[in-house]
């Protein structure tokens, strides 16, 4: 059951980070469908590899999910020269206070 959640979520990562979100002809989506068909087993077996391709593919997966978050908060937080005040606050949360007249 893990190995096919990891597997979806592999999949959804290489969508977003693919340019058109397609994958159909992808390397990389062919090759991890590919080892995980070579490392699929029963429950009746014991794998070694199985395991330790679960784990490699674990690893991907938060490799690929931390790189697209990282990209993210780089393109939302990266300086793009001197801001207003009132833009700062907004990146942080806060209200300016307003000044009665």
């Known amino acids: 059951m893990a190995a096919t959640k990891t597997l979806r979520s ?3 990562e290489l969508r977003s980070a693919s340019p058109k979100g397609c994958i159909k002809n992808s390397l990389a989506a062919r090759y ?8 699929s087993t029963t429950d009746l077996q014991l794998c070694k590899a199985r395991d330790e391709a679960l784990f490699l ?9 931390s790189l697209r978050k990282y990209n993210e908060l780089y393109k939302d937080y990266h300086g793009r020269g001197e801001r207003s005040v009132k833009e700062t606050a907004d990146l942080v949360g806060f209200k300016l206070p ?3 007249k």
């Open 10 to 12: 592999l999949l959804q």
């Open 32 to 39: 991890i469908l590919a080892q995980y068909k070579k490392y």
């Open 57 to 65: 593919g674990q690893t991907y997966l938060t490799y690929l999910s």
């Open 98 to 100: 307003t000044d009665p």
